[in-house]
C-alpha cells in the first residue's frame, strides 16, 4: 500500500528535510518555501514525484467555527481573566540534556530551570501576568516532579497536562487564550504566528543544526533571547505595546503556509484521490 506522510506540525527541526522521507511513497507539504528548501538541499534527487504542496492542517484546526469563551477557559485554570496570558511551551529537544540525561526545557545559560521557572512565576504576578506552562508531550515526566506541582499552588500558574507521548485537542485552547508565547524550535512558534501571538524565542544549544533546520533561523518573529533577563525584557515590550514583529509573523505566515487561511485538509482529500488515480 501506498505510504504518505504529513508531518504532525511545521516546527524548526528537520523532519521534512530528513533523508528518510524518500522512503516515503509521498510526503504532504504545509508550503512551496519547504519544497525550495528541500530542492536546494538534495539536488540529485527528484523531488516531483515525492512531495505535494497541500498547506498545513496544523493550523487549519483553527479555522473552524467553534464557539471559544477566553474568559470561560481561562477561570477554568483558575487564573484571572484579566491578565495577560504568557504561554511557556518549549520543545523536548532544543537544549541539549542535563547531569541526569534529561532534555532541558531551556538554555543552559538560563541556569537552574526549576529557579527560572520559580522567578518568572514571581515576576509575572508583578506585571499582572499570569503564566500557563505546556511543556512537549515528550517532557510528560517532567510533570511527575515535585517542582511543577507545587507551581500549580501559585495563583498566577497553571501547568497544563498532556497526554503521554501525546497531544490533546485541549491544547488549542491554550494556544488560543494565550497574548504572548515563550518558545524555541518548536511548531508552538509557527503555529502562534499564525494565530498572531507574540512571539519569544530562546536560542536552542549552540551545535543545533540551522543549516539544514526545516525553517531557517533568520525567520524567527521575536524577540531571540539568550538569558533569562532577555526573556523579561522581552515581556516588559511586548505588554507596552511595543511590537515590533507584526509584520515579520505576517510575512512568515505567507512564506511558510500555502493558503494559510483555507482548510487544509480539502487540499490533502483532492490530493490524495489525484495519487490514487495516477496509482491505478
Not at 509584520?247 to 500555502?258: L, S
Request: with cysteine; charged share 25%.
Amino acid at each position: 500500500s501506498l505510504k504518505i506522510n504529513t508531518k504532525h506540525s511545521v516546527c524548526y527541526k528537520k523532519y521534512f528535510l530528513g533523508e528518510v522521507n524518500f522512503k516515503y511513497d509521498y510526503i504532504l507539504l504545509p508550503g512551496y518555501y519547504h519544497e525550495a528548501r528541500i530542492k536546494k538541499i538534495y539536488k540529485s534527487k527528484n523531488i516531483n514525484t515525492k512531495f505535494r504542496v497541500v498547506g498545513s492542517i496544523k493550523i487549519s484546526q483553527f479555522l473552524r467555527n467553534e464557539n471559544f469563551d477566553k474568559k470561560k477557559i481561562v477561570e477554568k485554570m483558575q487564573l484571572d481573566p484579566n491578565k495577560t496570558n504568557i504561554l511557556f511551551a518549549p520543545s523536548w529537544n532544543a537544549h541539549g540534556k542535563d547531569l541526569f540525561g534529561n532534555f532541558r526545557l531551556m538554555p543552559k545559560s538560563y541556569g537552574n530551570q526549576s529557579n527560572v521557572l520559580k522567578k518568572l512565576t514571581k515576576e509575572l504576578s508583578s506585571f499582572n501576568c499570569n503564566l500557563i506552562i505546556k511543556l512537549h508531550h515528550a517532557s510528560y515526566s517532567y510533570l511527575k516532579k515535585k517542582f511543577f506541582k507545587n507551581l500549580e499552588n501559585e495563583k498566577n500558574c497553571f501547568v497544563f497536562k498532556s497526554g503521554i507521548y501525546h497531544d490533546v485537542m485541549e491544547s488549542n485552547d491554550v494556544f488560543k487564550i494565550s497574548d504572548i508565547i515563550i518558545t524555541d524550535t518548536s511548531g508552538v512558534a509557527s503555529t502562534g504566528a499564525f494565530l498572531k501571538k507574540k512571539l519569544i524565542f530562546m536560542n536552542p544549544h549552540s551545535s543545533y543544526d540551522w543549516q539544514n533546520s526545516d525553517i531557517e533561523k533568520e525567520l524567527r518573529p521575536g524577540f531571540i533571547c539568550n538569558n533569562f533577563n532577555e526573556v523579561l525584557n522581552a515581556i516588559k515590550n511586548y505588554i507596552n505595546d511595543k511590537d515590533p514583529f507584526n509584520i515579520e509573523r505576517k510575512n512568515f505566515v505567507e512564506k511558510i503556509f500555502y493558503n494559510a487561511n483555507e482548510d487544509a485538509n480539502i487540499k490533502i482529500s483532492k490530493t490524495i484521490d489525484d495519487i490514487l488515480s495516477e496509482f491505478n
